[in-house]
């Protein structure tokens, strides 16, 4: 799925505007390319910082502050461990509030207080705005979260994704609402941007060689609380089962997933790939929203993750941090740290190109995640499990298989 030519213009011209700050302050960024250094890695001594870009604030800001306590936690096992090459780590965090321009002045700023990575964002349309920065200063950027196709391969040449992407996301839904529920007809409830018009889009690709129709679009702000209207909309459509995306995980997903139980729809209720977190379904009402179907890449306390010592460690951790078990977006962020600094252990670098190519196309045993491997292009695979919702807990019901291919696209 190609980004409209109005937002890659943007988006190059917002890098443009932001290099001049960005590299110059930072004293150790090329002047062009992919290959060159970031900020901190001239420096011999001395922390490497590690910059975060999330929302902190906002629709989002409780999910991202949890990524990014994640991301202490597994820096201070790390650093507990000896560091990267012998240094310790420095977590540097920005807050993006959820919109592409902080994140663009975000990711300047990191550069010209010399990081050597970035990890994060949330949300597609700020990973998407930051790239060009990141790429011009010359930081690799971990992106933990974001989903959007266009996020591999495009602005940003050595991206890496830890996230199932919206290729795989709709995969899996496609395959659920076909094969498992038998839906002939689909209503979509999608978030109004980069993220859920691509996977709008990646699903009916999925859905229309199986003949099923999408029986009504109704699209909503990533602020949006009420949906009354579209899922007024909705039912006047009466779909066989609906498809949601909603990225706004403290706020509109429980919002819409609590309205869509009390709105007497009927049609099982299918939410995107990494949407339904326990949290999410705390705040909806726990039981109130059971039969509620969606997937996921990780659950702390279910096997096989259970059995993983990495993850023992990461999780005990966290509930002594927070005193909650880490979700899905978590340990993601904690993967990030993880894989980074095995990456940067292998290169025996911190410049940007060595510790790309030490992701791209490897495998990485006993992480918190278990055993990882990355696509030439730097997409993380993993088992993806649908799920539902039972007595207000996760229920996870079977593995449903990726193939190759899906995570290559």
Known sequence: MRVTKVWTAVCALIGALALTAGCANSGSAPTGGSGGSGGASSSSSGP??????????????????????????????VNAQGGVLGRQLQIVAKDDQSNPANGVSAATQLASEGVSVVMGGWNSPVTLAIQPVL??????????????????????????????????GAYVAGQYLTKNL????????????????????????QLQPAGVAVASEQTFDYSATDFRVPLSNI?????????????????????????????????????????????????????????????????????????YPQNQKFADAFRQKTGNAPDKYAALGAESVEVWAAAVAKAGSLDRQPVADAIHGQTFTDTVMGDVSFTDKGQMQTKVYAFTVEGGKVKVLDEVPVPAEVWNS
């Open 48 to 77: 490497v910082k590690v910059g975060v870009i999330v929302p902190l604030s906002g629709p989002a800001g409780p999910n991202g502050q949890d990524v990014l306590d994640a991301i202490q936690v597994q820096a201070d096992l």
């Open 235 to 307: 039912q006047g459509a009466a779909p066989q089962a609906v498809f949601s995306a909603n990225a706004a995980e403290s706020s509109g997903m429980p919002a819409l997933a609590q309205q869509y139980a009390r709105s007497g729809i009927g049609a099982p209720h299918v939410a995107a790939l990494g949407t339904v977190s326990p949290k999410v379904i705390d705040l909806a009402g726990g039981a109130a929203v059971d039969g509620l179907y969606s997937a996921d890449i990780y659950f702390p306390d279910v096997a096989p993750f259970n059995g």
């Open 135 to 168: 790429v011009r200063a010359g930081i690799l950027n971990i992106t933990t979260i974001p989903q959007n196709a266009t996020i591999l391969g495009n602005a940003d040449p050595d991206a890496v994704r830890l996230n199932a992407g919206n290729a795989v």
């Open 182 to 205: 038998g839906a002939k007809s689909v209503g979509y409830l999608l978030e109004n941007d980069a993220y859920g018009k691509d996977l709008g889009a990646l699903l009916s690709a």
